[in-house]
């Protein structure tokens, strides 16, 4: 099957991109938000090809992740638009851009993002995330904490990162992602955007993961750290309620509380290495890449079929 996409979320579309087909990715001699082509810092299969737009031909299906790009998809070619974002402004009553059409279906990533949008009458299916599995173990060796977010300075409350500070007094904190470097301080580390294996293994060596984004889909980062075995810090908001079990880390609303259980996994450790081992066992079966992939197979032989 050949899939039109754009490189619009370079995690996502690493697992996306692992499946048995043949992936079309439009470039531009800019590499801007509408011609990016291949990753540069994700490990994508030869199967992952990058051509301008004009030139990919014979597309069965395409991927749409912005409203902009239904028209630039070739007239006639199924459409599934992959909501990766919780809704915004008046939630809970926020209005899909995609709602009440009967010419695509809206593939979530969440239970909670399909919960929370309001589609109308438009198709609506869920597809959880599933990760290539990082190659990097948790060791904990150094007693710093490590977060993961894109741009935390412009985007503040929604990264949570008005509450860095109350962690970093507890431990340094290491920041990792695009955008970053803005945080630095004698407490708080950024790297900016390392490549993903680099990040991975960094990050293994931090005691706990801090999920603080308090309005967000569900980052594959968090995944991640968890499939590393990293005890996890985090806000009980969104979908993290339900990747995170209580026995693999400690998700509250009150900071107070995660700020306690930061000293807690400073200290003890065999309470990290336990909630470790768990959020490890969790999101590899939870989040496996094999089980994405055939998720995203049957959507997209039911949504081919259908149009022909």
């Not at 929604?158 to 630095?184: H, I, K, S, W």
């Amino acid at each position: 099957m050949n899939i039109l996409l754009w490189h619009v979320h370079g995690s996502w579309t690493t697992s996306f991109v692992q499946g048995k087909h043949r992936y079309l990715i439009p470039v531009n001699d800019a590499r801007d938000a509408w011609g990016r082509g291949r990753a540069q810092t994700f490990d994508w299969p030869a199967t992952v090809e990058e051509l301008p737009l004009d030139e990919i031909h014979d597309v069965d299906v395409a991927i749409v992740q912005r409203p902009e790009e239904l028209e630039l998809v070739p007239k006639g070619v199924p459409v599934i638009y992959v909501e990766h974002n919780t809704p915004k402004g008046d939630v809970p009553v926020s209005r899909h851009p995609m709602a009440d059409r009967d010419d695509l279906i809206v593939a979530h990533v969440t239970d909670f993002n399909d919960l929370f949008w309001d589609t109308g009458a438009t198709r609506t299916t869920v597809i959880e995330h599933g990760i290539v599995e990082p190659q990097a173990r948790w060791t904990g060796e150094l007693k710093n904490f490590a977060v993961v977010t894109n741009e935390p300075v412009r985007r503040q409350r929604v990264t949570g990162t008005d509450l860095f500070g109350r962690f970093a007094a507890v431990a340094p904190l290491d920041v990792f992602g695009m955008g970053v470097e803005g945080l630095r301080s004698e407490r708080i580390t950024p790297y900016d955007d390392p490549p993903q294996h680099e990040m991975h293994r960094l990050v293994a060596q931090r005691r706990a993961y801090l999920h603080l984004c308090r309005w967000t889909s569900l980052g594959l980062s968090l995944i991640e750290a968890m499939q590393m075995g990293m005890p996890v810090i985090g806000l009980a908001t969104t979908e993290a309620v339900v990747a995170v079990p209580p026995d693999a880390g400690v998700l509250d609303t009150r900071v107070a509380t995660l700020v306690e259980a930061a000293h807690w996994l400073l200290e003890d450790d065999a309470a990290a290495v336990s909630l470790g081992a768990r959020a490890r066992q969790v999101a590899l079966a939870r989040y496996g890449l094999d089980r994405f992939l055939a998720d995203w197979d049957r959507l997209l032989e039911e949504e081919t079929c259908a149009s022909r």
